[in-house]
């Protein structure tokens, strides 16, 4: 058999080496929210502050946040598709606060138009901090402040971006989100079904089953 020049050639076989004993899938990172990463970290903070003070979504004035060049570059504040609402900071930060969650479905449809949601994303003022632009891309940080019409003024910490190789989320977290995301979508049983197959896929002798329920129509 002739030589594979791209899979045996001494300039790529130390890529396809490990193959099999190193998983790159835990070098990399998850996503607690739908949205890009750079946003991830502001979004944290939010949704912290939030929780630890009891902020109200109709109580929010003005938010300050202060992050790297690249983050503040994700400025949409009322985008017309689902693409342009996950490319943006103001919005699902926003959209955050409003629904204490950020999936799919505040991301999608009606839910763009979501008057609460652009009026916080309104008031957004994104401010680009060299403290934060020093550290990136290696790392990325973000602080937000959340004035509310009472006068009160919350101050998040530097918050980094979570779930990556370093801060690898839970078996638990992983499955909770996977139940979030799938609840609404797929039938509870077929779901379960789903969600241990991934889970065990290693141990599979094929991946019929998988296909099958990744590919079988869902009864509406």
């Known amino acids: 058999m002739p030589r594979s020049v791209t899979v045996e050639s001494e300039n790529v ?3 396809w080496n490990d193959l099999g004993q190193r998983w ?6 998850f996503k607690p929210h739908a949205t890009c990463r750079w946003a ?44 342009a609402a996950q490319y943006s ?15 799919p479905g505040e991301l999608h449809g009606s839910a763009l138009s979501d008057k609460n949601v652009l009026r916080i994303s309104d008031c957004v003022k ?3 901090d060299d403290r934060f632009n020093a550290n990136f891309p290696a790392r990325r940080l973000a602080q937000v402040k959340i004035e509310t019409y009472q006068g009160q003024i919350y101050a998040s910490d530097d918050v980094e971006t979570t779930w990556d190789a370093k801060t690898p989320p839970t078996n638990s977290e992983l499955k909770q989100k996977f139940r979030w995301l799938v609840k609404e979508q797929i039938p509870a049983g077929r779901s379960q079904k789903l969600e ?15 296909l099958t329920l990744l590919t079988k129509p869902i009864a509406r």
């Open 13 to 15: 076989n130390k890529i």
């Open 126 to 128: 994104l401010i680009e």
């Open 24 to 29: 790159q899938i835990n070098r990399q990172y």
């Open 40 to 83: 991830q970290p502001a979004i944290e903070a939010a949704l912290a502050l939030q929780k630890k003070y009891n902020i109200l979504p109709e109580q929010i004035k003005q938010i300050r946040i202060f992050t790297f060049h690249e983050a503040v570059r994700l400025s949409t504040r009322r985008p017309q598709t689902t693409e």
């Open 89 to 103: 900071l103001p919005f699902p930060l926003s959209a955050a606060l409003v629904h204490g969650r950020l999936g």
């Open 196 to 210: 241990e197959l991934i889970w065990n896929c290693a141990d599979l002798k094929d991946s019929i089953d998988l």
